[in-house]
């Protein structure tokens, strides 16, 4: 009876969970055929087997609870070919990224029934013809960006009717006809279309053939000396009255507000334009007056403050919409040290946008403040919610954690890898990191990011950071890479899983290490993983947590040399290259470890190598 009961109880199974068995049959097929229509010179599709009816094994591709693909990630894999309109059939992907690859071909006008759609990124490949229309189908869709393509014709005007579009690139292709203006998009909606010679109207380089000029020509008048007496000398010595009464006119309210700063204190604000700075590029941001920025939070009140950084507060805001954001202020004394932030912020972060990254909304800029506006992020920063939540908030699960690790692993390979110049964070902690509506990560704070040309191997600078993050590299040389930032994202790993500040003095009441890092290569030596674990974790899996320890430590060796770039990491993390990459460094390291202390045991079920090096080294600053 045993053998017959075995198809017995699979057809039962098929009968009693037929719709999740077809759902998996057609999303496993469909990226098959997009296997079956891409070159993969380095295997990246290896794991792709048609024989499984379920793709949620694959490496690459993501899957929710209900075992649907809401994710495939395929950036910078090498891979060439074409797209396949069975990609439509993924009803519940939410992100599509095939950017920096060597696709070639039409983009599916398919792609426009992924009403699931938050993020395309199909830039850096070889895509020809026209966008497809049908992608204004797509109301969930937030990134938007296409550049670096060869598509031509027009921009269809539907994709104005994406409300929730926050990124359009379409610059350096070969698009053509009239652009949209920028006013049919949201307000706040970074847009490019640079680099496309053919394309004409408001938000082109020029003007579209029949239509005026963008701006009427200055009036050039003519080169003739009037003689004394003459009407023309009348008027001249009219002009020259009303440009010095205006002289004086704009003069007395400067004269008078230095009198003023003199007197008054600098609590208060006095909102004057401010001199445009040509050294930064501002690109779609939106521009607000301070006295909007006074309103919104009810004049900097310290009931609104969310936090406070080396540069200044950061302040709860509401905007006439409605809308809540999170001011910026720098501090009201005038360093050199804020100004550059200042410059540096608004440069880098309009031009570094991705999912994971805190998107620039608008700036202030006047001769007394500097302010930057972001979107407020209601759940606010990963060490609050691990270590400052209110009794109402329960405590992060373990899948937000997960995701935590790996979206901002996501944004600092963005960063590292994806951005020209390259941008170096230099101050990656939990507290820097925050959650969206989703709780999604969200890596913010870039006031000590610094731009990196590729020709350079590091910046030499004034050290800073937080304790307890710094490489030890940089706090000995002052020279920071990235992999510097795969340090702190390191430390950060052991944050999120043991729920602890990477520095605390209160761990000295136990004796313990007041470094995150050596209290917990000290656990791993007794073998007491089960206590490194945040205790308000009410169920994890002991070997993922395994897996991400891994990760961190290989992030946290003492040689920067030896650490993963972030885009590594991120594969490790997504099931590729981790258990290899481990084996590796043991071997090398059990070599090392025989040579200085050969009568060790191993520990924690591997070779006790990860303490070889003095803690010092591998723990920065004490």
Known sequence: MAPAAAPWLLCMIVLLHPIARILANVEGDALNSLKTNLHDPSNVLQSWDPTLVNPCTWFHVTCNNDNNVIRVDLGNAALSGSLVPQLGLLKSLQYLELYSNNISGEIPIELGNLSSLVSLDLYLNKFTGPIPGTLEKLAKLRFLRLNNNSLSGPIPMSLTNITTLQVLDLSNNGLSGVVPSNGSFSLFTPISFSNNPLLCGPGAAKPC???????????????????PGSSASSTGAIAGGVAAGAALLFAAPAIGFAWWRRRKPQENFFDVPAEEDPEVHLGQLKRFSLRELQV???????????GRGGFGKVYKGRLADGSLVAVKRLKEERTPGGELQFQTEVEMISMAVHRNLLRLRGFCMTPTERLLVYPYMKNGSVASRLRERSSTEPPLDWSTRKGVALGSARGLSYLHDHCDPKIIHRDVKAANILLDEEFEAVVGDFGLAKLMDYK??????????????????YLSTGKSSEKTDVFGY????????????AFDLARLANDDDVMLLDWVKGLLKEKKLDMLVDPDLPSYLEAEVEQLIRVALLCTQGSPT?????????????????????????????????????????????EDSTYNLPAVELSGPR
């Open 209 to 227: 053939p029949g239509s005026p000029p963008f701006s009427p020509p200055p009036l050039v008048p003519q080169a003739t000396v009037p003689s």
């Open 296 to 306: 919104a939070t009810d004049s900097f009140s310290n009931k609104n403050i969310l």
């Open 456 to 473: 350079d191997t590091h910046v030499t600078t004034a050290v800073r950071g937080t304790i307890g993050h710094i490489a030890p590299e």
């Open 490 to 501: 390191g430390i950060t790993l052991l944050e999120l899983i043991t729920g602890q500040r």
């Open 562 to 606: 030896e650490r993963p770039k972030m885009s590594e990491v991120v594969r490790m993390q997504e099931g590729d290259g981790l258990a290899e990459r481990w084996e590796e460094w043991q071997r090398v390291e059990v070599r090392h470890e025989a040579e200085l202390a050969p009568h060790r045991n191993s520990e924690w079920n591997i």
